[in-house]
């Protein structure tokens, strides 16, 4: 895929997501006081989470497959552009802010975010395929993590605190994958 090309994705999937949360009327949480909740919530969320990946760089099975993973040609890039835009904008705004906010009014708050879970981790199977990972496992393990997404989203009043532990997983997750490779 051509670097035109991944930008061009990059920025549909952000505008997807985007105007999923503008159509639904998502609370952002962008602006004091939901601003101030999600910091805190995010950050120690995002500390937690880069702390676990860092110890588990030292589990042999862990080095393994990220030793093995594909990564792309330009880190830069993927770290400063297409994770933060393309996945966790877009992800946030699409599931935990489109999807959680409808589904929470039309069947209460719990089951809105267990849907929108639901839908996050089928979301990531054709992810998995192209990796060559488990299905199941990725299924649960990223629903666990959207309902996870979900609650700092109800908890924290809009949607800083699950971009901040989203990014969290995913940048550390590249950043040892690469420092594992070398990269």
């Known amino acids: ?3 035109r090309d991944i930008r061009r994705r990059t920025v549909a999937r952000a505008m ?3 105007a999923m949360a503008a159509a639904a009327r998502a609370p952002l949480g962008l602006r004091p006081p939901q601003l101030w909740s999600g910091l805190r919530l995010g950050g120690v969320a995002a500390g937690t989470v880069a702390v676990g990946v860092a110890s588990t760089t030292a589990v042999p099975r862990v080095r393994t497959a990220m ?10 890039r993927w770290l400063a552009y ?3 835009l393309g996945t966790v904008w877009a992800e946030e705004t699409l599931f935990r802010g489109g999807l ?17 879970a639901i ?3 089928l979301w990531h199977i054709p992810d998995a395929r192209r990796a060559g990972e488990p299905m199941v496992g990725t299924v649960l393990v990223t629903g666990l ?4 997404f979900g609650w700092l989203a109800e908890r924290s009043g809009g949607l800083l605190a699950p971009m901040l532990a989203h990014l969290a997983i995913n940048e550390a997750g590249a950043v040892a994958a690469l420092a594992v490779q070398g990269g």
């Open 1 to 3: 895929m051509s670097v």
């Open 16 to 18: 997807a997501g985007t």
């Open 67 to 76: 030793g093995d993973r594909d990564l792309p040609d330009d880190a830069r």
């Open 82 to 84: 297409e994770i933060p």
């Open 100 to 116: 959680q906010s409808l589904a929470g009014r039309a069947f209460g708050p719990g089951r809105g975010r267990l849907l929108q």
């Open 119 to 121: 839908a996050f981790g």
């Open 145 to 148: 993590a959207g309902w996870v």
